[in-house]
């Protein structure tokens, strides 16, 4: 994933949770496997209704926990998206002064140029070494970019 001259990160490069997404995905299709089976085996005198609404009770667990394993940070030329849970940011390379993820922080925080911070809930510290490293790859390719500037400086 580098540019072997320069060892930056080739883009657009795209850094997402490892140990979050595994699980989440994982108890998603332990669910809907469950429910789908329990539905099927359960006595005759339960409807028609309650099997497909068994069913669909898997399926609404599953979609939540799919909103936890959704976060993502996309690194292209033209700048940077975030995905959260539930939003999505489109940043340019300017408006992201700084990424930092102080010790015991579940994932980092954006500084922005316009002085607020967004998390980044792609990068997670449950991946250890994993989250360090992209955090020091995603860093990079911001310096590299030329951040923005905080606001009240020249």
């Not at 998603?28 to 209704?49: D, N, R």
């Not at 394993?69 to 940077?80: K, Q």
């Amino acid at each position: 994933m580098d540019d072997e001259a320069s060892g930056q990160a080739v883009l657009p490069r795209t850094w997402r949770p490892r140990s979050v997404r595994w699980v989440a995905y994982g108890l998603a299709l332990l669910i809907v496997a469950t429910l789908a089976v329990l539905a099927a085996i359960l006595p005759g005198s339960w409807g028609i209704m309650d099997r497909v609404l068994m069913v669909g009770l898997g399926l609404a667990i599953a979609a939540a926990l799919h909103l936890l394993a959704r976060p993502r940070l996309v690194a292209t030329e033209e700048g940077v998206t975030v995905v959260n849970s539930i939003r999505t940011h489109v940043l340019s390379w300017a408006e992201v002064v700084d990424m930092r993820m102080p010790e015991g922080e579940p994932w980092p925080s954006a500084d922005l140029s316009d002085g607020t911070t967004l998390a980044v809930m792609a990068i997670q510290s449950a991946d250890g070494e994993t989250a360090r490293r992209g955090l020091e790859e995603f860093r990079a390719l911001l310096h590299a970019r030329g951040e923005g500037r905080e606001p009240g400086r020249s």
